[in-house]
């Protein structure tokens, strides 16, 4: 019903630089909706935690662990989330995952402090090297 592909991990070298692609699609939603998007990253052995997250308003979240370094912006099209990560570091090598919430009353009530999204993607790796 809804699909969440994420796109462009790979491997870096501490402070290098990569950006994220997450593209939602849902055959059966109708027109008119309000996509609410976000990024989360699980490391083995970890739990998942919020890195960036839009509100309704636009408006960015950043975890702090991350803020400065990565930026989060909408693509070109309404369903598409990017994640702009600059200054990699080690500790930020995971599994990054998409998600998102598909609404018709115009709020995001989810976001990377409730983790409260309905749909996720299957994440695309980052691992970043010294």
């Known amino acids: 019903q809804v699909k969440l592909v994420e796109s462009g991990g790979g491997s870096v070298r501490s402070g290098g630089s990569l950006r994220l692609s997450c593209k939602a699609s849902a055959a059966t939603f109708g027109a008119g909706g309000l996509w609410c998007m976000g990024w989360f990253r699980q490391a083995p052995g970890s739990e998942r935690e919020g890195v960036a997250s839009?509100?309704?308003?636009?408006?960015?979240t950043y975890a702090v662990s991350v803020e400065g370094r990565f930026t989060i912006s909408q693509g070109n099209t309404k369903n598409t989330l990017l994640l702009q990560m600059d200054n990699l570091q080690p500790e930020d090598t995971a599994m990054y995952i998409c998600?998102?919430?598909?609404?018709?009353?115009?709020?995001?009530?989810?976001?990377?402090?409730?983790?409260?999204?309905?749909?996720w993607g299957q994440g695309t790796q980052v691992t970043v090297s010294t």
């Open positions: 998600a998102a919430d598909y609404r018709f009353d115009g709020f995001c009530p989810a976001s990377i402090r409730n983790m409260a999204y309905q749909y």
């Open positions: 839009f509100d309704s308003s636009g408006y960015a």
